[in-house]
């Protein structure tokens, strides 16, 4: 069983940046499709970026120039970096892996494990 647990979230103010971890259990990070969604309440989940078997990344256009993906492989873990943090991405930001064959990118639906998510909040 595939366990992923996010860490690094908190309170910052626009402008500045956060660093998000992703510790994978079960499995290496490097045999999975690994990614980072983020869902603000009452909306639908969306993409971040997402890093493949082969270290191909992508992120979505929008966000392209402010977020980065990464993988540690000492330490089985996957990063996400965000610069120039907006108010508008607050959000809570889940880590993801899948088993999908063609990755990246990755979709909501083809997620075979789900963190539990980490709250950023952006303060103007």
């Known amino acids: 069983q595939v366990q992923l647990v996010e860490s690094g979230g908190g309170s910052v103010q626009a402008g500045g940046s956060l660093g998000l971890s992703c510790a994978v259990s079960?499995?290496?990070?490097?045999?999975?499709?690994m990614a980072w969604f983020r869902q603000v309440l009452g909306k639908e989940r969306e993409g971040v970026a997402s890093?493949?078997?082969?270290?191909?990344?992508n992120v979505t256009p929008s966000m392209r120039g402010r977020f980065t993906i990464s993988q540690d492989n000492a330490k089985n873990a996957v990063w996400l970096q965000i610069y120039s943090l907006k108010p508008e991405d607050t959000a809570t930001y889940y880590c993801?892996?899948?088993?999908?064959?063609?990755?990246?990118?990755?979709?909501?639906?083809?997620?075979?494990?789900w963190g539990q998510g980490t709250q950023v909040t952006v303060s103007s």
């Open positions: 079960g499995a290496s990070s490097r045999t999975y499709c």
């Open positions: 993801a892996a899948s088993r999908v064959i063609r990755c990246p990118p990755m979709y909501p639906n083809q997620v075979n494990y």
């Open positions: 890093i493949g078997r082969d270290g191909t990344i």
